[in-house]
């Protein structure tokens, strides 16, 4: 269903500048009507973020498409990602042939991401807790991406990032971010750059903003 709705979904992504060609078939191959509510189905593949529950949204298949291109993803990667949500950006990476680790804070979402990883067959590991501490246990990542805007990177993710790992991390105020990549050259060295103007939901925890 929806293939060609998905052909046309990538090369809109292509015409604004996505190029990686993993990438584009990623977003060609993962069905996002299945991660977006039954009512927002015909919406699934316009280039907009959509609400899911609990006021989150499916973030714009362009921000994830982006934000996947800036943390070049090798098969084989382990990748963290903060923020489940609809579970979209981890069937991208998964498609990819990461390895995904996610963590969501929100249980109602954790649960839903739990059973659509399930139904759609997708072995990603997943936890239910504050993403702004890491995931510890399976440290280090080769990627880590933050789907929520954050005041600063966490310095928690930072440290579990390989050395060579990279880091996208939304940051800015609760309104605006720009998007942060940042490369992990050695224990404590990092090479940082900023992509502005980007919209994200806030992410909440000990390393993040506080509840409101
Ligand atoms: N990657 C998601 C986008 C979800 S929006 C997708 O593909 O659909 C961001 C998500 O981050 C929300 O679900 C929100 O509940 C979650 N979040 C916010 N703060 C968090 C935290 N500290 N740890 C884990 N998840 C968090």
Not at 78 to 94: D, F, M, P, W
Request: net charge neutral; glycine share 8%; aromatic share 8%.
């Amino acid at each position: 269903m929806y293939e060609e709705a998905r052909r046309n979904l990538v090369a809109k992504l292509r015409s604004k500048g996505v190029s990686d060609e993993r990438v584009l078939q990623a977003v060609g191959k993962v069905e996002r009507h299945r991660f977006v509510p039954e009512a927002l189905r015909m919406h699934a593949y316009v280039d907009r973020a959509l609400p899911i529950s609990q006021g989150q949204t499916i973030s714009q298949p362009y921000t994830v498409a982006f934000m996947t291109e800036k943390l070049r993803v090798e098969p084989g990667d382990k990748i963290l990602e903060i923020g489940t949500g609809s579970a979209y950006q981890a069937a991208i990476l998964h498609a990819m042939g990461a390895k995904v680790y996610t963590v969501e804070r929100n249980h109602d979402l954790y649960e839903r991401a739990l059973r659509r990883f399930d139904e759609l067959d997708i072995r990603a590991h997943i936890r239910c807790g504050d993403g702004t501490l890491g995931w510890s246990e399976f440290a280090p990542f080769d990627g880590v991406i933050v789907t929520a805007g954050a005041p600063k990177i966490p310095k928690s993710l930072l440290r579990q990032l390989a050395v060579g790992g990279r880091i996208v991390c939304p940051v800015g105020d609760r309104e605006t971010q720009s998007l942060a990549v940042v490369v992990k050259l050695g224990e404590e060295e990092y090479d940082a750059e900023e992509v502005p103007a980007f919209k994200f939901v806030p992410l909440i925890g000990r390393e993040g903003w506080s509840v409101k």
